[in-house]
C-alpha cells in the first residue's frame, strides 16, 4: 500500500521568500507523485508530476519539485512567493494501471505575509 | 477550467434521505474518480470507474454506490444519509492507466442536516 506524508499542516513565508513544501512517500513499487494546488472553493488543480525519467520536474506558476528516491521526497519548491500562492497544497501518490487512485497527504496550507 | 463538470454545486439535505451526484468527465476520457474531502479524513478515494466498469474501490460505505453510463457521465449515490457524510464530494477524470492526469471538477458540497 502507498503512502504520503506532507510535513507541516501550515507554512507562512514573506512575499519574495522562498516556498518550501514536504513531501515524503512510501510505496512498494515504483510510485507517480503529483502536487496539486486547492484554491477556496475551487477544484483541485495539477501543479506538476513525475512519472519517470529526469528527477527534477518543473510545473505551473514558477513550481518545481525533485524526486528523491533515496529519500523517498518528492518537495516543493518555488524561489519567490507571490500573493496569489496562497493556498492549500496536496502531494499525492498513484501506482500503477489497476491501482491508479491517489492517495493524498493530509495537505500544507500557505500563508503569504505581505 | 479543468473540463470536469459536476452538478450540483451544493446540496442541502436532512439525516436518512437520499441524493444523486452527477459528473461528465473531460471529453475523451473513459475513466472517472470519486473522492470525499472532509476535514477529519481528508481527501479520500471512493471509486473508479472505467469505460462502464467498476475498476477499483476505495474507502466506499455500503450505503453509497456509483455508476458510469454508456456516454460516460458517472453518478454516486448517497443513501441514508447521516450527518458524518456532509463533505465536499470531488469528481475526477482521466484518460486511465498509470501516471495519468486526473482532472478534477469544482465538486459538490453536501451539508447533512
Known amino acids: 500500500a502507498q503512502s504520503v506524508t506532507q510535513l507541516g499542516s501550515h507554512v507562512s513565508v514573506s512575499e519574495g521568500a522562498l516556498v518550501l513544501l514536504r513531501c515524503n512517500y512510501s510505496?512498494?513499487?515504483?510510485?507517480?507523485l503529483f502536487w496539486y494546488v486547492q484554491y477556496p472553493n475551487q477544484g483541485l488543480q495539477l501543479l506538476l508530476k513525475?512519472?519517470?525519467?529526469?528527477?527534477l520536474v518543473k510545473g505551473i506558476n514558477g513550481f518545481e519539485a525533485e524526486f528523491k528516491k533515496s529519500e523517498t521526497s518528492f518537495h516543493l519548491t518555488k524561489p519567490s512567493a507571490h500573493m496569489s500562492d496562497a493556498a492549500e497544497y496536496f502531494c499525492?501518490?498513484?501506482?500503477?494501471?489497476?491501482?491508479?487512485?491517489?492517495?493524498f497527504g493530509t495537505g500544507t496550507r500557505l500563508t503569504i505575509i505581505p | 477550467d479543468s473540463g470536469v463538470t459536476q452538478t450540483p454545486k451544493h446540496l442541502i439535505t436532512a439525516t436518512g434521505q437520499r441524493v444523486t451526484l452527477r459528473c461528465s468527465p473531460r471529453?475523451?476520457?473513459?475513466?472517472v474518480y470519486w473522492y470525499q474531502q472532509s476535514l477529519d479524513q481528508g481527501l479520500q478515494f471512493l471509486i473508479q470507474?472505467?469505460?462502464?466498469?467498476?475498476?477499483a474501490k476505495g474507502n466506499i460505505l455500503e450505503r453509497f454506490s456509483a455508476q458510469q453510463f454508456p456516454d460516460l457521465h458517472s453518478e454516486l449515490n448517497l443513501s441514508s444519509l447521516e450527518l458524518g457524510d456532509s463533505a465536499l464530494y470531488f469528481c475526477?477524470?482521466?484518460?486511465?492507466?498509470?501516471?495519468?492526469?486526473?482532472?478534477f471538477g469544482a465538486g459538490t458540497r453536501l451539508s447533512v442536516l
Open positions: 471529453s475523451g476520457d473513459l475513466s
Open positions: 475526477a477524470s482521466s484518460v486511465g492507466g498509470g501516471g495519468n492526469i486526473q482532472y
Open positions: 513525475y512519472t519517470t525519467g529526469a528527477t
Open positions: 499525492a501518490v498513484s501506482l500503477n494501471f489497476g491501482n491508479e487512485k491517489l492517495t
Open positions: 470507474y472505467y469505460n462502464g466498469e467498476e475498476r
Open positions: 510505496s512498494s513499487v515504483p510510485p507517480y
